[in-house]
């Protein structure tokens, strides 16, 4: 079996902020008792946190006792970074500003899933902003452009961002942790929750 990932991230944070927002998401965590302070490596092949002695705040309240023992680290991310699903392919997407849904999982297209020429659009445009470019994607429905982080995601999320937070091998994460830590910072954050479309 494969590691699973769940991830939370800054979508506002500069480049030049990222250290000092890294730091203060890294008390946070450490003061609720998300995460112990120590790093070790126990994030599969990197540095992270071990869970906290009060790791239960960040999961969804119908986790019925979750062994600490058995979930990894949380690692804490800085640096200019895609985030991608931790199972299975990108998609569908909705283009924010039409609500156009694209390759969305059929009967008919599920094997095509991910084939969809707009959702080739938005992972090469999250390849580029890793690379310094631009991540405006354009709709192929209504002709508007928006920021890879405005589409909407199904089961497939992705987001690039300068701070993000990896937890590997976690029982789902509540639903409103990442909004939790959207007031902590005061920043907008994205988590790769599936949305309803
Ligand atoms: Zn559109």
């Known amino acids: 079996m494969g590691d699973y990932f769940q991830w939370i991230v800054d979508v506002e944070a500069t480049e030049v902020q990222a250290a000092e927002v890294a730091d203060r998401l890294r008390r946070w965590l450490v003061e609720r008792g998300v995460i112990v302070p120590e790093e070790t490596l126990c994030a599969i092949s990197s540095p992270g ?22 979930m990894d680290g949380v690692e804490i991310q800085v640096g200019r970074r895609l985030f991608y699903p931790g199972q299975g392919e990108v998609g569908p997407a909705e283009c924010p500003a039409c609500d156009h849904t694209f390759g969305e999982l059929t009967f008919e297209t599920f094997d095509q899933w991910g084939d969809d020429p707009q959702i080739g659009e938005l992972v090469a445009a999250a390849g580029r902003w ?40 976690w029982p789902p994460l509540a639903e409103g942790f990442a909004h939790a830590v959207s007031n902590e910072l005061g920043h907008r954050m994205r988590d790769g929750l599936p949305q309803k479309l």
């Open 49 to 70: 946190h071990r869970p906290g002695p009060n790791f239960l705040a960040a999961l969804d309240e119908s986790e019925v006792d979750p062994n600490p023992d058995h």
């Open 130 to 169: 890793v690379e310094g470019g631009s991540a405006e994607v354009r709709c192929r429905e209504c002709g508007s452009s928006a920021h890879l982080n405005d589409w909407r995601w199904g089961y497939g999320a992705m987001a690039v961002g300068h701070v993000g937070i990896t937890f590997w091998n």
